[in-house]
């Protein structure tokens, strides 16, 4: 649906500041190459610890970060062959969350029904993806597509970043094109026009006509010379929950987002250029070319928009019945498709039989109801 460019007064909804998310989709919670085989990483997705381990053969498992026993983090035990072993009795739990062995029971004594939750997890774009809704929905849901990945034309960056910010805050800063303002010590762009803007029911998609000067601009090939103005088309999707950049044919963004909490959430950002060298240059110079342009380009704009993050933030949280007042529609776009998403999981999950007696509200909000069961009939964290 295409919607009005004009930029005109709304007021912003207080509650997209504390809103939950629509777990029913691939989370990314760490970069593949840092989990080595024996290794355990605890990991968090909208207030769900999760304790990520990759086993003897290389093959990476998500589970609850509470033991079926005690509920101690999982993620302080060790990795033994394919298992995880809890470090207070010795629990030892496989990739589906079963009890496998209590060291100290006799070999002939049935073991306890115990399970905790295990959650669907892949690995793509040197990425460990989760998914922490409803396991059975996770084939039907696929990856974002990345067709820059290897390819030898382009220069891949990668970055990552904690934001001590509702999600909901962030992913208003990626859309935002209009705060180039914050940028200008940095030579970012300016004069940004919103010319077009269209809705879907999991999408946002603005075009903005943006113009750019300097040795930067030049570095990155949107001019010839330094003292040359040129204006670019930039393409911003937001495809819950993740979002796209383009910018014609110069530079690509994938930006996949992951909720914390409801004042944390990170972000890992893989950037694609085209930087004008040689093949043979560019190649031999990329790993150095990589690390300029994280550390002294890319890090250093997104420290300016962390610090305005944290203070929106900060503020909401001081008076949360605030009045605020946004003219992008762009934005109110974003805040749309972020309530409309979480409503959707909770109207889908209310019709169904509660998983694990939690309300579909607390599940999608990360809220925590501890169940107990009877000795003997077991502990099942999948509600099993």
């Keep these: ?31 593949a190459n840092e989990l080595l085989p024996g290794n355990v990483m605890p990991v968090m997705i909208w ?50 969350g079963e009890c496998v062995n209590v060291p100290y029971l006799p070999k002939d004594q049935k073991l306890p029904r115990a399970l905790v939750r295990s959650y669907p997890v892949q690995e793509k ?30 220069v891949m960056v990668r970055v990552t970043a904690k934001m ?39 999408s946002v998609c603005a075009e903005y006509e943006v113009s750019y000067k300097g040795h930067l601009a030049k570095f990155l090939g949107l001019s010839d010379s330094a003292n040359e103005i040129t204006t670019r088309t930039t393409s911003v999707q937001y495809r819950y929950p993740h979002y796209y950049a383009h910018l014609e044919g110069i530079s690509t963004l994938y930006l996949m987002r992951l909720p914390v909490g409801l004042t944390e959430s990170r972000s890992f950002s893989i950037f694609f250029l085209k930087i004008r060298l040689p093949k043979w240059l560019r190649k031999r110079i990329e790993p150095l070319l990589q690390t300029i342009l994280s550390r002294f380009v890319f890090m250093k704009f997104l420290k300016q928009d962390i610090e305005m993050m944290q ?74």
């Design 164 to 202: 001590p910010a509702h999600f909901s805050i962030c992913n208003e800063n990626s859309m935002d094109v209009f705060h180039g303002y914050l940028h200008q010590n940095l030579q970012g762009w300016f004069s940004p026009v919103l010319k077009s803007l269209r809705e879907t029911d999991s």
């Design 47 to 96: 207030q769900q610890a999760i304790a990520l381990y990759r086993d003897s053969n290389h093959q990476i498992h998500a589970l609850e970060d509470a033991c079926a026993h005690k509920g101690v983090a999982l993620h302080k035990g060790k990795v033994e062959g394919c298992h995880l072993t809890c470090p207070y009795h010795g629990w030892e739990f496989n990739g589906t």
């Design 311 to 384: 203070s929106e933030q900060q503020t909401y949280l001081k008076n949360p019945q605030r009045r605020y007042v946004e003219i992008n529609p762009a934005i109110i776009a974003v805040e749309r498709l972020i309530m409309r998403q979480y409503e959707q999981f909770v109207q889908k999950s209310s019709q169904l039989p509660m998983i694990r007696n939690r309300r579909p509200e607390a599940i999608a909000s990360g809220q925590v109801e501890s169940t107990r069961c009877d000795e003997g009939k077991g502990i099942n964290g999948n509600g099993e």
């Design 1 to 31: 649906m295409e919607l009005a460019t004009t930029l005109t007064s709304q007021t912003v909804q207080n509650a997209v500041r504390e809103v939950g998310i629509n777990p029913d989709y691939w989370y990314p919670v760490g970069w």
């Design 125 to 154: 774009y040197n990425l460990i993806w989760v998914f922490p809704g409803d396991a059975s929905l996770a084939h039907t849901c696929e990856l974002l597509d990345i067709p820059e990945f290897q390819h030898p034309d382009w």
